[in-house]
């Protein structure tokens, strides 16, 4: 809900806006999500007799996550009980996380659960407001102006945001808490993101030491955890996060963060068990059971790995955000398991609701390949490899033509069945590469470490991944020498072709960075920035909110805007 405090549900102060918020109504495009039919119709018309007209209407979630993904709304109208188990509040976090709607966007929940307003005040991600059935039109448009105003106060601040602008999105914030004292938790939330963002521990920590000196809030402290573990400090982490917990146990990425610091600890099975407490409060949520399934496949608690990603399976069903991954996960923990039989009914599940993927096919040839080896048909299981190996080359080629991202699981598995076939050769390159490119990605290097030690080749892995770690030093160091000599060509050039051998996060932040302060000195081009561009764009897909990508965007928007250049995003 997010209602300001000492703020009255009644009539806004300036009436010249509030009058301005009432006309702008008939210009907002709204979608209704509801289960039922007849709901939709009844609220449709109740927004009809207020002036808005241009009405979408959505009866499942997965029909939400394509509405959104094609259109833009300024109003989404969300009943709390939806179609797959899921509430318009997990609804919510997943548009919310997934970057799938705005910040403009007005998100209201209506609900006929008096008791929500005790939900909503703990929740993470809370709505911009809520609705208790019955109401009547005056009640909703009353609701929808409040959230409207509200939008209409921080409209700088997720401007900016949007615009890759952050340092000027924390001046945003500063003007609001200076001049709306009524919002300004609300900025001073945001505040303390950003600087988080752009890696300024020290001052996101001040932020939320201040709201928790007037206010205590489980987002506050969860900000002041995230900046103390930033600084090493795990057991004071550790604690605040228990805290909310107890406070909120609905705080869902209060189970995530405290997980991670278990992770952080060596402590795996604690990550499993806060994991799998953070499913039970939301068993619909499916990157919940992922991160479920993953640490406890890491676990080697095969039993666990494969309920959690059945889960995933079964309810991401129809979803867009259903990938071959979950699939491939379920597929090879059933071989671990030695259920071949029902590795390839999932398999077989596969193919025929991802008909015409390749990628999918790709997945399909490696799981048969696992299943074949656990069962002794090398020979066989070696003729689906080489398959395997020339269908990943076209997956390969036709992801990098669209923009997409290759599955980095898959590569790792496609190297398992290579290792176990006798394909050393070809497994070493798809190792190499997928350790290169996500040398920071503790997971991945945890499946590739699996894999040398299940294939028998855990002394001649542990070396790959130490050369390939130091021809990334390598790699880095010519380019950042360059630049420190001050030849900025010779380092554009070096750490283009560095991210361009490697496309690892940290070198695909470097080579933006370094055509953007070549760019800041001798001029722009519009060449160099579009290969910039694409360096940041899929080092974003990588990580969106690493402090690293941030600080390369924000040196974009910076440069851009010297030569009167709008930065697009």
Known sequence: ??????????????????????????????????????????????????????????????????QVSANRFDIILSDFVLDDGRDGQQLLEELRHAHLIPLGTVYMIITSERTYTNVVALAELAPDEYLIKPFTGDQLQ????????????????????????????????????????TYQYDALRFKGELLHQLGLTAEAEAVYRRVLEGRVVPWAKMGLA??????????????????????????????DFLASVHEAQGRLREA?????????????????????????????????????YSKVIARSKGSTLRTVDDFANLSRVLVERGDVDASRRVAADMKRELRGDKQAELAALVSESL??????????ARQLVEQALSLQQQVEAENQEKGRTVSQRLSIDLAHVCYATGKQEAAEKLMRQV????????????????????????????????????????LNNKGVLAARAGNFEESVRLLMQAADQV???????????????????????????DRAQDYLQRAQRKDRKSPKVASARQMYVTVAKKYGIEPEF
């Open 503 to 529: 496309p690892n996060l940290q070198f695909l932040v470097n080579a933006a960075k370094a055509i953007f302060t070549l760019m800041d000195k001798n001029g722009w081009s519009p060449s160099l920035a």
């Open 142 to 181: 009353a609701r929808l102006l409040r959230a409207i105003y509200r939008k209409h106060v921080l409209r700088r601040i997720y401007e900016r945001i949007e615009r890759g602008e952050l340092h000027e999105a924390i001046a945003a914030c500063d003007r609001v808490i200076a001049q709306q004292p």
């Open 226 to 255: 995230i900046a103390l573990r930033d600084r090493n400090a795990l057991g004071e982490a550790e604690q605040l996060a228990e805290q909310v917990l107890l406070e909120a146990p609905a705080y869902l990425s209060a189970y």
């Open 371 to 380: 299943c074949l080896k656990a069962e002794g048909a090398t020979d066989k």
């Open 435 to 474: 350790a290169a490119e996500n040398n920071e990605d503790n997971h991945l290097i945890d499946h590739i470490n699996d894999v040398f030690a299940k294939t028998g080749y855990s002394e001649a892995g542990k070396a790959l991944l130490d050369e390939v770690g130091q021809e990334i030093i390598n």
């Open 272 to 308: 499993q068990g806060v994991l799998q407490r953070a499913a039970d409060v939301s068993p619909h949520n499916t990157v919940r059971q992922r991160l479920v399934g993953d640490v406890a496949a890491r676990n080697k608690d095969l039993l666990a790995a494969e309920k959690a």
């Open 1 to 66: 809900m997010n209602t300001p405090a000492g703020k009255s549900h009644g009539a806004l102060d300036d009436e010249e806006i509030l009058l301005a918020l009432q006309q702008s109504l008939s210009k907002k495009r709204v979608l209704i999500v509801d289960r039922h039919s007849p709901a939709r119709d009844s609220l449709r018309l109740m927004l009809a007799s207020l002036g808005v007209t241009m009405v979408h209407g959505a009866g499942s979630s997965a029909e939400v996550i394509r």
